[in-house]
């Protein structure tokens, strides 16, 4: 079992920059790949990143030149680092944890473990 805290949500305003972070604890973070998702209301769940255990990631097509992803092993992290945001930015941001080490998938069904999510608000 893993439990993911998410953190560092707010509001902000366009063409800010913000910082969020998932904390994993639990069985095991070592071997997983970890994502952000976020999703608007009345919207899906969206796709925003990914990062391998291995570090490698991949982005919406929507963040990529924005978003950073990154992970610290030692400290059971991942972060989401957020420049240049946007209105459309505007969502709950979830982090997520899919046991495969290698996948770095766009689709929510395959991560196995949810975070309770963080708001994050952008201002026009």
């Known amino acids: 079992q893993v439990q993911l805290v998410e953190s560092g949500g707010g509001l902000v305003q366009a063409g800010d920059s913000l910082t969020l972070s998932c904390a994993a604890s639990?069985?095991?973070?070592?071997?997983?790949?970890m994502g952000w998702f976020r999703q608007a209301p009345g919207k899906e769940r969206d796709f925003v990143a990914a990062i391998s255990w291995t570090s490698g990631t991949r982005y919406a097509d929507s963040v990529q030149g924005r978003f950073t992803i990154s992970r610290d092993n030692r400290k059971n992290t991942v972060a989401l680092q957020m420049n240049n945001l946007k209105p459309e930015d505007t969502a709950v941001y979830y982090c997520a944890a899919d046991r495969s080490e290698w996948r770095t998938s766009p689709q929510p069904g395959e991560y196995e473990y949810w975070g309770q999510g963080t708001q994050v608000t952008v201002s026009s």
């Open positions: 639990g069985r095991a973070f070592s071997g997983y790949t």
